[in-house]
């Protein structure tokens, strides 16, 4: 009797430390899952790569476009990462991207993760029309904002004098000094990084973020009228009027008759 109770009871403590264990082992599984989403929204993908969450279901993770790349900008995450496994990727502050007018890393994908059609112009590969990401200026803490002249993001831009421009306003501390301000054109900038490796602060003060993390949106309720083509949204807009009890008086008339407001 009492060996029968001293196995049942390992039994229990055993079936015990299994759950303990694979709940552990799941919450581990979970936490890299978490991970990996997070970081896959702010990882930088080669030129012409569709957009994140069709490149995940259609990258086969083959590596072909690392192999093709001669400047090794690419990798494929590994284990440890925290990224989505065996996609590629590219980290511009080690090595960015070279902009190769060839762009070899895309014709030699199999599946269309990486699509030339979206670096394409006029029938040729076009790298300028890359996509890659939008660099952003931490205007606190980029030198040419204190004052210190620095252009080292505007020398090392391929698109020089495009994806970014210098804006030159007068130093009113010194008085006889000028700002020397980079501005970056997100319609232009490809994300190329060479800004984000030439920028001279310990860490980068000019940084390439994916598009879709980097700007805001305005949404359609806004319109730019002085864009033909912007405007062109309204010609089948429609509107909607919301009647209130307040809204059936005069507004002046509904300020006058509120109390609160004296």
């Known amino acids: 009797m009492i060996k029968q109770g001293m196995s049942e009871r390992r039994k229990f403590i055993l079936s015990m430390a299994k ?15 978490v991970d ?25 993770k083959c590596g072909l ?18 990224k989505p496994l065996g996609t590629p990727y590219f980290m511009p502050r080690e090595i960015p991207c070279y902009m190769c007018p060839e762009i070899p890393c895309v014709p030699v994908c199999p599946t269309g993760a990486l699509n030339a059609a979206s670096v394409t112009t006029d029938g040729k590969l076009d ?16 030198i040419a904002f204190w004052g210190i002249q620095c252009d080292a993001c505007y020398r090392a831009c391929p698109l ?30 490809t994300g190329c990084g060479l800004c984000e490796k030439a920028c001279v602060t310990e860490k ?5 973020l994916p598009r ?6 305005a949404g359609d309720y806004y319109i730019k009228g002085w864009d033909k083509a912007d405007e062109k949204r309204l010609e089948n807009a429609t ?10 008086d005069k507004a002046v008339d509904s300020l006058n008759s509120n109390e609160d407001l004296y």
């Open 212 to 217: 879709e993390v980097a700007l805001g949106r």
């Open 65 to 82: 476009c690392v192999e093709a790349c001669p400047y090794d900008t690419l990798v494929l995450a590994k284990p440890g990462d925290n």
């Open 36 to 60: 990996e989403v997070t970081a896959s929204s702010l990882m930088l993908r080669p030129p012409g790569a569709i957009k994140e969450d069709d490149f995940l279901a259609t990258c086969i």
């Open 127 to 142: 790298i300028n029309s890359a996509d890659m990401g939008v660099a952003v200026v931490d205007m606190k803490n980029c």
């Open 19 to 33: 759950g303990v264990g694979l709940a552990a082992m799941g919450g581990l599984v979970w936490s890299a899952y």
């Open 204 to 208: 980068a003060s000019i940084f390439v």
């Open 239 to 248: 509107s909607q009027t919301t009647t209130t009890e307040i809204s059936k």
């Open 160 to 189: 020089l004098g495009q994806a970014i421009t210098i804006e030159y306003s007068k130093n009113e501390r010194t008085g006889k000094h000028a700002f020397m301000k980079p501005v970056v054109d997100s319609d232009i900038c």
